[in-house]
C-alpha cells in the first residue's frame, strides 16, 4: 500500500503512547498493536459471563503463541477442545473463504459454522458425542478473551452445553469448526446434511440470500450520540483494509481526543462501539463518525486520512 511509512518500537512506543495489556505473552511483535489496557477491557465485559470483548485481532492484540485459535493437539489438528489454552482467547473475524463472503473465521483462518438444529432463541447446542468431533465447538473459560473484527459485540455470547462447557454464539446461534477444514479458505462444511453452513458476523447462513454485504455496509457519517453498542473506548487502526495482520497496526484508546502515533495510514478499523476520527491531529480538519468496524476505509472516502480520534 503505497505511502506507508514503518517506524521503529520505540516511536510506538513513546510516551503519551497507552499502556495496553497483551494476553499473557512477553514476546511482542513489533508491528502489531498491543491490546487495550485493563479499564478498556472491563468496559467490555459484559452480557457474557465476564469475558473480555476487545477490538482487534489476536494478532493485533498480542496474543500469546499456541494458546486460544493457535493451539493444536498432538496430531497438530487446530484448537482441540481438550486443551485448556484453546479457551484462552477466540477471534471472530468477517472475512471471506471460498464463496462465502462474509463469513467469519477464527485466529487461525479457519471457517466457523452454525448448525440448523440448533436454536438460537434461546441459544441450544444440539451437536454432542461424534458429532462434536466433527464439528468442534468454539469454546471460552471464564475470563477468556474475544478478539472481534468486523462482529459486533452486541452479537456474540456464550452458551452453557450439555457437558457444561462454554460455547460461543453468535446472532445466538452457537458456532463450531469443520474438522475437515485444516487450511484458511477452506468451506468443506457448507451445505454438509442440508444443515451446516458458515456463519456471517450477524449469524446468519453465510452464502444465503440477504447475507451479502452485511459486514461491509458503510457507517453513517452522522454525528450522534453513539450506537446501540455506546461509545467506544479503544480501537485497532490498521494499515490494510479487512483488518489484514499482513500489514502493521496500532492501538489507541482513551477518553476525548487521541491522536494517531502513525497518522495517514490507516485503511480499516475494529472497535468495539462508536468514535469519530479525525483526518488532523487534535481533532481537527475533515470529520466522521463511525459506528464500530470499518473494513474498507475508501468505501467511505477516509482511506489513509485518520490522524486523531474522539471517544466518548
Known amino acids: 500500500m503505497f505511502s506507508k511509512r514503518l517506524v521503529s518500537v520505540a516511536v510506538l512506543m513513546t510516551a503519551g503512547a497507552l499502556s495496553l495489556a497483551a494476553c499473557g505473552s512477553s514476546a511482542q ?87 440448523d438444529k440448533d436454536t438460537a432463541k434461546p441459544s441450544k447446542s444440539t451437536c454432542n458425542g ?11 473459560s471464564p475470563g477468556s478473551k474475544i478478539f ?15 457437558d457444561g462447557t462454554r460455547q460461543v454464539t453468535i446472532g ?8 475437515k477444514d485444516t487450511r ?13 453452513f458458515g456463519v456471517t458476523p450477524k449469524g446468519q447462513k453465510a452464502g444465503a440470500d440477504g447475507a451479502a454485504g452485511e459486514a461491509t455496509a458503510p457507517p453513517s457519517s452522522a454525528s450522534g450520540s453513539g450506537s446501540a453498542e455506546g461509545s467506544a473506548t479503544s480501537a485497532v487502526l490498521f494499515d490494510a483494509k479487512n483488518f489484514s495482520d499482513n500489514e502493521p497496526s496500532q492501538g489507541l484508546s482513551g477518553g476525548g481526543c487521541e491522536n494517531v502515533a502513525r497518522p495517514g495510514v490507516t485503511s480499516s478499523i475494529a472497535a468495539t462501539g462508536s468514535l469519530k476520527i479525525w483526518s488532523e491531529k487534535n481533532c481537527k480538519g475533515k470529520s466522521l463518525v463511525i ?17 486523531s480520534v474522539f471517544f466518548g
Not at 172 to 179: L, Q
Open 29 to 115: 511483535d513489533p508491528t502489531a498493536a498491543p491490546a487495550p489496557s485493563a479499564p478498556a477491557q472491563a468496559e467490555a465485559e459484559g452480557g457474557t459471563g465476564g469475558l473480555a470483548l476487545l477490538a482487534g485481532t489476536a494478532k493485533s492484540n498480542s496474543a500469546q503463541p499456541k494458546t486460544g485459535d493457535w493451539a493444536t493437539g498432538a496430531d497438530g489438528t487446530p484448537n482441540t477442545a481438550e486443551q485448556v489454552t484453546a479457551r484462552k482467547w477466540v477471534q471472530l473475524k468477517a472475512s471471506a473463504a471460498g464463496d462465502l463472503d462474509p463469513v467469519v473465521v477464527n485466529g487461525a483462518g479457519l471457517t466457523l459454522y452454525r448448525f
Open 130 to 140: 461424534d458429532c462434536a468431533k466433527t464439528w468442534p465447538p468454539v469454546l471460552v
Open 148 to 162: 472481534l473484527a468486523g462482529v459486533k459485540k452486541s452479537a456474540v455470547g456464550t452458551v452453557e452445553r450439555s
Open 172 to 179: 445466538g446461534w452457537p458456532v463450531y469448526r469443520f474438522a
Open 184 to 196: 484458511p479458505g477452506d468451506t468443506k462444511g457448507q451445505g454438509v446434511g442440508g444443515t451446516w
Open 291 to 307: 459506528d464500530g468496524d470499518v473494513a474498507d476505509l475508501a468505501k467511505v472516502d477516509f482511506d489513509n486520512e485518520v490522524a
